[in-house]
C-alpha cells in the first residue's frame, strides 16, 4: 500500500482505502494517520475496517472494525494591563508610587515585553528656569505569583531633563539584554532583563516610586502635569492582543512663580519715503520700565513687497502688463548702538555692513535676532547673545537701510516697505516677560523709466524637414527706438509628436549691427531633449540645471544700442527617436522673443516672433524571402524583397537587391553559360502592393528604372508611390541558379534600402535571405597527337583557364593553371590531365604553346595554328578532353644555284633557306676567305 497524504482547509470527512496482497498467518500491519487538528473544541472519529478477499474464510468478522475519537481543544491567553497611583497632586520632590499589574488570564503561556514610561513636565505648562530631575525605583509587590526579574531590587535611577515634551523610560524587556557597563541605551533596566515568561493564572505586579524635583521657579500656572502609562506586547508563543493600562495623569503643585519684568519696544524712522538707493535710518529702543532685572530675546527685520506685485511681464503676445521693471533688490544695512543708550552694547552690533537680496522667492531681510541655545534653536547664522536689560535700563540700536531697486518704475510707483522690532522672554531668566513688537512702515521709490521701441523678426529656410535634416533659422532683434535697449532675447524650439534629439548651434551673422556675444554665440553644437530653448540670453532665474542648454548665458547682459540691430543663425538636426503610425507630418513651432533684462531702466514694449514648420517621419524595413533553398547549376531562381513602412510616409524608396557573385550570373554570364540567349532575358521581375502583414498582394506596375547593375551586381530600381503607414511595396525577381566551386554552399540574396527622408529605424532597412547551391567535380584532360612518328622529343606547354574556379580578385579573375609535357620519341600523341578537380558549369579556355619543331623538320600547320592552339568550352558538364593535333614535315634540301665566274679570286655561295612560297628570308654571304655581310630580303610573294 502506497502513502497518501491529503490536504484540505476544511475536510469534512473522506476515507482512503488499500490493499495487502497477503497476510500470513499471525501477521500484523500497522496503519499510521498523522493529521492537524485545527478544529476548535472539537471531537473526531476515526475508524479502520478490513474486509477479506473474496472466497476467504473470517472466524471473527466481529472484530474486523476498530473506531476511536479524538478531542481538539483550544489553546488561548490574554493579558492585562492595570495601573494605579497612590496620589494625584504632589509637590515637587515628593514621592509618587505607581502600581502596574501584568496578569494573564488564558490557559496558555506566552512571552511578553513590557515597558513603562513616565512623562514629566512639558514646555505647554510652563518654562522653567532650571534642569528638572527625576528619580525612580521599582520593586515586585508582595501580591505577585509570577516570578519576579531580579532587576527590580529597588535601586534608584536618577534623570535629569529639559523640558522638551520626551518622556523617560521607566523599565523595559528586551530580547538581548545589554551587559553591565553598556551605555548604548539610555533606559538603564534593558542591561539587566530579558522578556518574561508569564503562565495561565500568572500575575506581576511592580510598584514604581518616581520622585519628580523642579529646581527655581516656573513661568506659567503654579501646578504642572505629568503622566505615566504601561503597555505589554506579544513576542514569542501564543499570541494576544496588545495590552495597555489607562493613562494616568498627575500633577506637581505648589510651585515657586517667577517675578515678572516689564519691558517696552518702540521703533522710529528718519524718513518715510526715499528714493532707491537713498538710505533711511531707523532707531529701536528696548527698554525695562520695572524694578527686576531682564534677560530677553530680540529680533528685527526688514520686509519688502513681494516683486512679483510689482513685477513687468513683457509678453505683449499675451495682452499682460505690469507696471514696473523689477529684477532683485538689495538691501545694505548695519547695526550699532546709540550713544542714548543705558544697558550695556552686545558686541556684534558694531557697525559694520552686510548686503541681502530682496526677490519674489526671498521678501524678508533679518537684521539681528538673539537667541540663547538650547532652550530656542536659531536658524540664523548671524543670530547674537540673549540681551540683558537690568530694571530702569534700556537698549537703543541705530539701524540705517540702503534698498537698492534694480530696475525703474513709471507713473510714479512706489515699493513698500516694513521694519519690525520685537523681544520675548527667554527660558532659564527667572523673570517672567510679556512678548512686545512694533514696526513702521515706508515707501522706496525707483528711478522713472525711458522709452524706446524694438521689434523681432525669424525666418526659416524649409517649412517642412524629414527627421534627421537641417533646418536653418535666423532671427533678428532690431532697437528702432531712441534709447539704448539692456534686453533678454530668447528663442524656442518645440514640437508635437514622438521624442527625439536634437543638435542646435547658434552663431552672429554678418548683417549684425550691434555688438554681438561670439564668444557664447560660437556655433558649438547643444544636444536638446523635447521641447526646449535654443538660448536665454540675460535670464537670471534660470540655474544650471535649467532646460536651457546654454545656462552659462545666465546674468549676462545683452545691450542693443538704439538703431542697431543684433541678427542670430540658429541651425537645428532634429532626429526623432520612434514614429507613429501617422500620415501627417508634426508640427514644429519655433518662437524668438525680447524683452527687457532685469534691472533695465529703459522700458518697451516686449516683441514677438513665430515661424511654423513642420518634420516627418517613417519607418521603412526590408524583409528578404528565397523560397527555394536547394538549388543546383541552371534551376529557376526566385527570391522577393517586401519593403514595408510601419508609421508616416514614404514616397521615394532607393532599393536594391544585392546577388552573390557567380552563384547568380550576370546575363553576359548566363549567355556564356548557355542559360539564356537573350541577355535581356537573364532576369525577369514583376511588383505588388499591399497592406497589413497578411494583406493580399496587389499587382502594380514595376518601376521603370528596375535593372541589372553590372557595376553594383545588384538588381537596382526606385520606387515613386506613397507607401503609406502599415503599407507595403515588394518586388519579385526571377533568375537562374548559377555556378559554386564546392560540394555546397550557402549564398545571401541581400535586400537594401538606400537614403529615404525621414526614416527613423535604419538599422532595419536592410535584411538577408539564403539559399544553398550544390555541385560535382569531374576531370579536364587534353591529347596532343602528331601527324608522324616523332624523331625525337617534341615539348609543350598547355595553360587551362576557368571563369569561375578560382578567386575573383586575382589578376586575371578566375582559376588558371600550367602543364607542360612532351610527345616522346617514335611516339605521335601525347594525353594528360589539366584539372581533376574541376566543378561543372564553368566556362573553360586550354591554350597550347610549342617549342621547335624536330632537327631537319618544319611545323606544317600554319594556316591551322590560330584554331588550334586556343580553344573555349562554356558550360561544360562532366569530364571533357582537349584535342590539339600538330603536324610536322621535312625541311627541303639546300639549293645552290650556280653562278658566273666573275674573274673574281673567290667564289660567291648563296644558300636559300625555306621555300619560295610566302615571304622568306634569304641569309646571303660571298666568302673571299670570310664572311663579309648578311642582311635580309624582301619577301617574295
Not at 182 to 203: A, M
Not at 369 to 387: C, E, H, I, M, T
Not at 431 to 457: F, M, N, R
Not at 819 to 830: A, G, L, M
Request: glycine letters at 6%; hydrophobic letters at 30%; charged letters at 20%.
Amino acid at each position: 500500500m502506497d502513502d497518501v497524504e491529503h490536504t484540505s482547509p476544511y475536510w469534512y470527512g473522506g476515507s482512503f482505502a488499500g490493499s495487502i496482497p497477503t497476510l500470513p498467518v499471525n501477521g500484523e500491519i500497522t496503519l499510521k494517520l498523522t493529521g492537524l487538528y485545527t478544529a476548535i473544541n472539537s471531537t473526531s472519529t476515526f475508524s479502520l475496517e478490513a474486509t477479506p478477499q473474496s472466497g476467504a474464510e473470517d472466524t471473527d468478522p466481529a472484530s474486523n472494525r476498530a473506531v476511536d475519537n479524538t478531542v481538539v481543544t483550544y489553546t488561548s491567553t490574554s493579558v492585562r494591563v492595570t495601573k494605579t497611583q497612590d496620589k494625584l497632586n504632589v509637590n515637587s520632590g515628593e514621592p509618587r508610587v505607581y502600581t502596574v499589574t501584568y496578569e494573564n488570564t488564558g490557559n496558555a503561556a506566552t512571552v511578553i515585553h513590557i515597558k513603562d514610561t513616565y512623562d514629566p513636565v512639558s514646555l505647554s505648562d510652563a518654562e522653567i528656569d532650571e534642569p528638572a530631575t527625576v528619580s525612580f525605583s521599582t520593586v515586585c509587590d508582595s501580591s505577585t505569583t509570577a516570578s519576579c526579574p531580579a532587576v527590580f531590587n529597588g535601586e534608584i535611577h536618577t534623570k535629569e531633563y529639559r523640558p522638551d515634551g520626551q518622556s523617560i523610560t521607566l523599565f523595559e524587556s528586551a530580547e538581548t539584554p545589554l551587559s553591565d557597563g553598556d551605555t548604548s541605551d539610555t533606559n538603564p533596566y534593558d542591561k539587566r532583563f530579558k522578556h518574561l515568561t508569564l503562565y495561565p493564572g500568572k500575575k506581576l505586579v511592580l510598584k514604581t516610586t518616581v520622585v519628580e524635583t523642579i529646581r527655581g521657579c516656573i513661568h506659567g500656572n503654579s501646578r504642572v502635569t505629568v503622566g505615566n502609562k504601561a503597555e505589554a506586547n506579544h513576542y514569542r508563543g501564543v499570541e494576544f492582543y496588545p495590552g495597555y493600562a489607562p493613562y494616568l495623569d498627575g500633577y506637581v503643585t505648589n510651585l515657586t512663580q517667577c517675578p515678572s519684568a516689564t519691558l517696552t519696544v518702540t521703533k522710529t524712522q528718519d524718513r518715510g519715503i526715499v528714493n532707491s538707493g537713498e538710505t533711511r535710518t531707523y532707531t529701536v529702543t528696548y527698554e525695562n520700565t520695572s524694578n527686576n532685572d531682564a534677560v530677553v530675546d530680540i529680533a528685527d527685520s526688514y520686509v519688502s513687497q513681494a516683486p512679483s506685485w510689482l513685477q513687468y511681464y513683457p509678453y505683449s503676445v499675451n495682452g499682460i502688463q505690469g507696471s514696473i521693471l523689477q529684477g532683485s533688490s538689495t538691501v545694505k544695512y548695519s547695526v550699532q548702538c546709540h550713544t542714548s543708550s543705558t544697558a550695556t552694547c552686545p558686541a556684534q552690533f558694531d557697525g559694520s555692513e552686510k548686503t541681502e537680496i530682496i526677490d519674489q522667492d526671498n521678501r524678508q531681510t533679518v537684521l539681528f535676532r538673539s537667541n540663547k541655545l538650547p532652550f530656542v534653536q536659531s536658524g540664523y547664522v548671524d543670530a547674537v547673545p540673549s540681551v540683558s536689560i537690568p530694571a530702569g535700563k534700556k537698549l537703543v540700536l541705530k539701524i540705517p537701510v540702503t534698498h537698492t531697486i534694480q530696475g525703474c518704475v513709471q507713473n510714479g510707483e512706489y515699493l513698500g516697505v516694513d521694519n519690525s522690532a520685537s523681544l520675548g522672554s527667554i527660558a532659564g531668566s527667572g523673570v517672567t516677560i510679556q512678548s512686545v513688537d512694533t514696526d513702521v512702515e515706508g515707501l522706496v521709490k525707483a528711478q522713472e523709466c525711458q522709452e524706446t521701441t524694438v521689434k523681432v523678426t525669424k525666418t526659416q529656410d524649409k517649412v517642412d524637414v524629414a527627421s534627421g535634416e537641417k533646418r536653418k533659422y535666423q532671427v533678428t532683434y532690431e532697437n528702432t527706438g531712441d534709447h539704448d535697449a539692456k534686453v533678454r532675447i530668447n528663442d524656442s524650439y518645440g514640437w508635437g509628436g514622438v521624442p527625439a534629439t536634437s543638435i542646435t548651434k547658434v552663431t552672429c551673422d554678418n548683417s549684425s549691427t550691434a555688438s554681438c556675444p561670439a564668444a557664447d554665440f560660437d556655433g558649438h553644437e547643444d544636444a536638446l531633449g523635447f521641447s526646449k530653448w535654443f538660448y536665454d540670453y540675460g535670464n537670471p532665474n534660470s540655474s544650471s540645471s535649467s532646460v536651457n542648454p546654454s545656462s552659462y548665458f545666465n546674468n549676462k547682459q545683452l545691450t542693443i544700442p538704439a538703431g542697431k540691430k543684433l541678427v542670430l543663425n540658429m541651425e537645428i538636426t532634429h532626429t526623432m527617436i520612434g514614429c507613429y503610425q501617422e500620415t501627417q507630418p508634426f508640427d514644429v513651432l519655433s518662437t524668438a522673443n525680447i524683452q527687457p533684462a532685469d534691472g533695465s531702466n529703459v522700458r518697451f514694449t516686449a516683441a514677438y516672433s513665430e515661424v511654423r514648420g513642420s518634420i516627418f517621419c517613417n519607418d521603412i524595413s526590408s524583409t528578404t524571402t528565397v523560397p527555394n533553398q536547394v538549388l543546383a547549376f541552371g534551376d529557376p531562381l526566385s527570391f522577393s524583397s517586401r519593403f514595408s513602412n510601419d508609421a508616416g510616409q514614404v514616397d521615394v524608396l532607393p532599393f536594391s537587391q544585392v546577388l552573390p557573385q557567380r552563384a547568380v550570373l550576370s546575363p553576359e554570364q548566363a549567355v556564356k553559360a548557355g542559360l539564356v540567349t537573350d541577355p535581356a532575358k537573364a532576369f525577369s521581375f514583376s511588383c505588388f502592393t499591399g497592406s497589413g502583414a497578411n494583406g493580399t498582394p496587389q499587382p502594380v506596375a514595376c518601376p521603370s528604372d528596375l535593372a541589372y547593375d553590372e557595376a553594383k551586381h545588384a538588381i537596382t530600381g526606385t520606387y515613386r508611390q506613397p507607401i503609406t503607414a502599415d503599407s507595403w511595396f515588394e518586388v519579385h525577381t526571377n533568375t537562374f541558379a548559377g555556378f559554386v566551386a564546392a560540394p555546397s554552399a550557402s549564398f545571401d540574396i541581400k535586400s537594401e534600402i538606400g537614403e529615404v527622408r525621414g526614416d527613423v529605424n535604419i538599422p532595419q532597412n536592410n535584411s538577408v535571405d539564403t539559399f544553398e547551391l550544390t555541385n560535382t567535380q569531374h576531370t579536364l584532360s587534353a591529347i596532343v597527337t602528331l601527324n608522324r612518328t616523332a624523331p625525337e622529343d617534341i615539348n609543350f606547354k598547355i595553360k587551362l583557364y576557368c571563369e569561375f574556379q578560382g578567386d575573383p580578385n586575382s589578376q586575371p579573375a578566375g582559376f588558371v593553371k600550367e602543364v607542360s609535357s612532351s610527345i616522346s620519341q617514335n611516339s605521335s600523341s601525347k594525353s594528360l590531365t589539366l584539372h581533376s578537380a574541376y566543378w561543372t558549369h564553368d566556362n573553360c579556355r586550354a591554350e597550347i604553346e610549342r617549342g621547335d619543331p624536330p632537327a631537319g623538320y618544319v611545323w606544317d600547320d600554319d594556316a591551322e595554328w590560330e584554331q588550334i592552339k586556343s580553344q573555349i568550352e562554356n558550360h561544360i558538364v562532366g569530364d571533357h578532353t582537349w584535342t590539339f593535333p600538330l603536324k610536322i614535315a621535312p625541311a627541303p634540301a639546300p639549293f645552290t644555284p650556280t653562278l658566273p665566274l666573275t674573274g673574281g679570286t673567290a667564289a660567291i655561295t648563296y644558300t636559300i633557306l625555306g621555300t619560295i612560297a610566302g615571304g622568306v628570308a634569304l641569309a646571303v654571304a660571298y666568302s673571299r676567305n670570310r664572311v663579309v655581310r648578311r642582311r635580309q630580303l624582301p619577301e617574295v610573294n
